[in-house]
T-cell receptor, first 112, second 115 residues
């Protein structure tokens, strides 16, 4: 079983739709959960960060973590064509020096 | 402020040749990471430097890979001799130890193709 499972998509939605992206994981030691966005031919950039369980909102983006189910989600409201990218979930057991364990990434396509 | 830079952006070499990838982290970032993404797979950790010291190299696939970070600034990753399975995108990231909420800043990656 992979440590982090993420559906690669692609996920195609019309502009304005609510997008739900998610990952499941198996390592109960993970405490820090991140969502990275990666545009084509670019490096991943941090979008959202959550520690332990709970929700975090930043503009149109909401990250949710359910540690009891080992399930994390990213919601995008009012999706825009500029949101078209690959979204990678990543997690680590400790902050600072800890390495990241990534999901495969979900490709999102938002059509005008 | 400049972000993480990587050179070259793309390298095509033949099996058995040597390639050296370079990463320049964000100035002042003590932590430098190398990751690799093989086609169809997830991004995987290779190793982590704290300044010039290797903190964790558990992800290095074999002894054909050699990473250095002389002086705690830029880092190089040498593959010698390259094999077909080494093809992929090599990412470098850097971070400054800040406790919870730290962020790893990624470079654009070097796409390595071994033919």
């Amino acid at each position: 079983q992979k440590e982090v499972e993420q559906d690669p998509g692609p996920l195609s939605v019309p502009e304005g739709a609510i997008v739900s992206l998610n990952c499941t994981y198996s390592n109960s030691a993970f405490q820090y959960f991140m969502w990275y966005r990666q545009y084509s031919r670019k490096g991943p950039e941090l979008l959202m960060y959550t520690y332990s369980s709970g929700n975090k909102e930043d503009g149109r983006f909401t990250a949710q973590v359910d540690k009891s189910s080992k399930y994390i989600s990213l919601f995008i409201r009012d999706s825009q064509p500029s949101d078209s990218a690959t979204y990678l979930c990543a997690m680590s057991a400790n902050s600072g020096y800890s390495t990241l364990t990534f999901g495969k990434g979900t490709m999102l396509l938002v059509s005008p | 402020e400049a972000g993480v830079t990587q050179f070259p952006s793309h390298s095509v070499i033949e099996k058995g040749q040597t390639v050296t990838l370079r990463c320049d982290p964000i100035s002042g970032h003590d932590n430098l990471y190398w990751y690799r993404r093989v086609m169809g797979k997830e991004i995987k950790f290779l190793l982590h430097f704290v300044k010039e010291s290797k903190q964790d190299e558990s992800g290095m696939p074999n002894n054909r890979f050699l990473a250095e970070r002389t002086g705690g600034t830029y880092s190089t990753l040498k593959v010698q001799p390259a094999e077909l399975e080494d093809s992929g995108v090599y990412f470098c990231a850097s971070s400054q130890w800040t406790g919870p909420g730290y962020e790893q800043y990624f470079g654009p990656g070097t796409r390595l193709t071994v033919t």
